[in-house]
């Protein structure tokens, strides 16, 4: 359904992103694991162009695009099948979860207004937020803040939800709601690719575990094939440190 294809991208002289790949099926679920500044955020920013890559191509169902050089059309045709989660919710402090999701609804989709308020409150419903659609970001928690995002990334029906560290600005009490909503929304049959450093939602939920270091993709596998038997001692490195645990994985 997705694929990326030889992802690259450099800032300035330093190579960020040196030729990643990566397929995605409907339903699927991909975590993509890797430590600071491996470029995860890089990579999921040029799948919907919030990034243009140096070089590249992807395919989604029937559109054959170039990252790099795109026109407006396939851009906004890519947008219009993606959402995106980000790490700091990006939400508009003047407005309200309400009015946050009907934002894009109705100035990038060109949704009416009174149908895009109807999509919006039923995203706000799936996310457990039904009785906040009048409150700012400033009266709403953490979770609740990103749960608004997730609302907003959802709202137009998107084939593919990319989500960016959704959890890792929130405090630990807080992390277990945001985590649920991803669950279910796995559960319902949604495709996404999720950077998280959330092992347990990786072993539970993924479909595809896939482990980037310094730009590439150094090994992929089932949650089972990354956590009990990693192949790569990068891979192993990233898990003993993460974990915490002294694992004795046999290489
Ligand atoms: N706009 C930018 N200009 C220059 N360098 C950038 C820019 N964005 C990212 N980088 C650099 O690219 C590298 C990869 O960054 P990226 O944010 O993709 O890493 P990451 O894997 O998401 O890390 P983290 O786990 O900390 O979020 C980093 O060295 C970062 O400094
Ligand atoms: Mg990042």
């Not at 990326?4 to 992103?17: D, F, R």
């Not at 993606?82 to 003047?94: C, D, R, S």
């Not at 706000?124 to 609302?151: H, K, N, T």
């Amino acid at each position: 359904m997705l694929k990326l294809h030889n992802v690259h991208k450099s800032y300035g002289n330093n190579e960020i992103l040196k030729g990643v790949d990566l397929e995605i099926k409907k339903g699927d679920i991909i975590v993509i694991l890797g430590p600071s500044g491996s470029g995860k955020t890089t990579f999921l920013r040029t799948i919907n162009y919030l990034e243009r890559a140096d070089q590249g191509t992807v395919d989604f169902d029937d559109i054959h695009a170039d990252l790099k050089s795109a026109s407006k059309k396939e851009v906004s045709e890519i947008r219009r099948r993606t959402g995106f989660v980000f790490q700091n919710y990006n939400l508009f402090a003047n407005k309200t979860a309400l009015e946050n999701v009907t934002e894009g609804l109705i100035v990038a989709r060109k949704i009416p207004k009174a149908q895009a308020i109807e999509t919006a409150k039923k995203a706000l419903e799936r996310v457990g937020l039904g009785d906040r659609c009048g409150y700012y970001p400033s009266q709403l928690s953490g979770g609740q803040q990103q749960r608004v995002g997730i609302a907003r990334a959802i709202a137009a029906n998107p084939e593919v939800i990319l989500f960016d560290e959704p959890t890792s600005a929130l405090d630990p009490e807080l992390v277990g709601e945001v985590l649920n909503v991803m669950k279910d929304l796995a559960k319902e049959g949604a495709t996404m690719i999720v950077v998280t450093h959330e092992m347990s939602f990786a072993q539970q939920a993924a479909t595809e575990v896939v482990y980037m270091e310094g730009g590439v993709v150094v090994e992929k596998g089932s949650p089972q094939e990354i956590f009990s038997h990693p192949k790569d001692e990068k891979t192993v490195r990233f898990l003993k440190r993460i974990l915490r645990q002294d694992f004795d994985y046999a290489i």
